[in-house]
C-alpha cells in the first residue's frame, strides 16, 4: 500500500511538474504496477548483513518450522521462492527460483543428500522450483499435491541440486 501511495505521490508530481501547476487528475489505474522487493532487487547481489541482523538468523529448524505450520495451504502456489525466503527470514531476493539456483547465493551441489534446511531446486519450468530440504532425503515444498507439504526429493522431476540454506 506505501508502494502505491508513493508511485501515486511521485506521478502527480511529476504530472504538476510538467502541467506547468495545473491540476492533475488521479493517476488512472490502468498506469499502476505493483513493485516488489523482487522487481528492484538485483537477484545477483550478495547482501552483507550487519552482526546483529546475522544474531537474528533462523536455523534449519526454524526454517522447517516454517512450511510444517503452514501445511496444506494453498497460499503460496506458484510462489516457491517467496516461500523459501520466508521459511529462512531471508533478506536477499530472487525473482525465480532458477535466478535463486544461477546466483552467486551459495555454493552449488548436485551431488548427495541435501542437509536439512537446504534449498533444493528443481528445473520444472522456466522460473524454476524450490524447496527445503528435511536432511534425510525428504523436502518440504509448495506444489506438492496443489499446496505446502512434505514429500520425498524425487517428488519433483528433473532434480538440479541444493545450495546451503541461510537468512542471508
Known sequence: MLTKTACQVVAISAALLFA???????????????ISAADIADPGALIADSPAD???ARTADQAIAWYSSR???TAYQGYCEKAARLAWDRTTHHASAI??????DGVRHTTGTP????FVFWDISAYGHVGIAD???GV??????????????SYFSHYLGWKPGNSN
Open 140 to 153: 518440504w515444498a509448495t506444489s506438492v499435491n496443489g499446496r505446502i507439504g512434505h514429500a520425498k526429493q
Open 115 to 118: 542437509p536439512k534446511g537446504a
Open 99 to 104: 535466478e535463486h539456483w544461477r546466483s552467486s
Open 71 to 73: 501445511n496444506g495451504s
Open 135 to 137: 536432511g534425510a532425503g
Open 54 to 56: 546475522l544474531a537474528l
Open 20 to 34: 506547468g501547476g495545473a491540476a492533475a487528475s488521479a493517476v488512472p489505474s490502468d498506469t499502476y504496477a505493483e
